[in-house]
């Protein structure tokens, strides 16, 4: 670029011009000489320095105007390009029955890449040389490469989860003491949500190098009850009271019997078990259900629930 450019060149001859004054300073004739092509010198410069300033940085300045108008025109443009091809293939993956977490996981590759195009042609805009572009691209890599090591374990683990699918969202997974139903599956981070609305967020790569369990995946849990009755109280009646509480609860699946059987004989109880199958969204409330019926159930029918009875001592002093 060649702004100032009469600037430099005066100060040039003003540094050239002093500087040999100083050599010759005890010949008057030599300095008066140089003092008047100084002087004709800075006249010039004076008479052109506007029209030339005119003339150079115009076009410069115009040139600089239209790149960045250009380069507002691609980004607007692009922005609105990149979200439309995204559009376009999420409705295609969808066509072709891909599932959600899958079809996400692709269209923000997409969008990545998209935006990295973008990003190159920008950068071409103004004025960047392919050469310059692809050394500035390796040297980013290497850069976040380092940074984000321990990163792209996450990042692998996030892809082995959307191609194996061990869970998918909406499912309720348990993983160490952890659990909660899975409202995101993202390229590095998943995310969950907790009984009691909490947000956990888990590294994919913790995921797929532990133990999950997948509460949900087949629509439907035995629901495991256990009650004690007391020695005196009558078995078969309260066997059949079991029975009819769990054929008649609205979650019960019906394709499978409700079981009820003597799990143990405690020492002062008749531990009995109830198994009822029930669809995975409405466990929690059969369960509580279940649990609220059988104790009044029991009171009307007379059949004890005994209790354990606490020993205090007490220490004479």
Not at 194 to 217: E, M, Q, Y
Not at 244 to 251: I, K, Q, S, V, W
Not at 281 to 308: C, Q, V
């Amino acid at each position: 670029m060649k702004s100032f450019n009469w600037f430099n060149d005066l100060s040039s001859i003003l540094t050239l011009d002093l500087a040999t004054a100083a050599v010759e300073e005890t010949e008057p004739e030599s300095m008066e000489f140089l003092a008047n092509e100084l002087g004709d010198k800075v006249e010039k410069l004076s008479q052109i320095s506007w029209k030339e300033m005119f003339e150079r940085y115009v076009p410069v300045v115009c040139d600089y105007l239209l790149r960045v108008a250009l380069v507002l025109v691609i980004f607007f443009v692009g922005r609105k390009l990149i979200k439309k091809i995204v559009s376009l293939c999420d409705q295609a993956l969808k066509r072709h029955g891909m599932e959600v977490t899958v079809r996400r996981f692709f269209c923000n590759v997409i969008n990545a890449l998209g935006y990295i195009c973008m990003l190159g042609i920008l950068l071409q805009t103004v004025g960047l040389t392919a050469t310059s572009l692809t050394a500035l691209v390796a040297s980013a890599g290497v850069a976040v490469g380092l940074a984000l090591q321990g990163s792209l374990s996450n990042f692998a683990g996030g892809v082995l989860i959307l191609l194996m699918k061990p869970f998918v969202i909406g499912d309720y997974i348990v993983q160490g003491n952890t659990e909660g139903t899975v409202k995101e599956i993202g390229l590095v981070y998943t995310e969950l949500i907790t009984a009691d609305n909490r947000l956990i967020v888990i590294p994919n790569g913790t995921l797929i190098d532990s133990s999950i369990v997948n509460v949900t995946a087949t629509g439907k849990r035995r629901l495991e009850l256990s009650v004690g009755i007391g020695y005196k109280s009558d078995l078969k009646k309260a066997k059949e009271v079991l029975i009819r509480l769990g054929e008649n609860d609205p979650a019960r699946d019906p394709e499978n019997p409700v079981n009820v059987f003597v799990a143990e004989l405690a020492e002062s109880s008749v531990n009995l078990g109830l198994h009822v199958w029930v669809s995975s969204s409405e466990y929690w409330n059969a369960k509580w259900r279940l649990t609220e019926n059988i104790k009044m159930a029991f009171d009307e029918e007379g059949i004890e629930i005994p209790f354990k009875q606490v020993e205090i001592s007490v220490t004479k002093m």
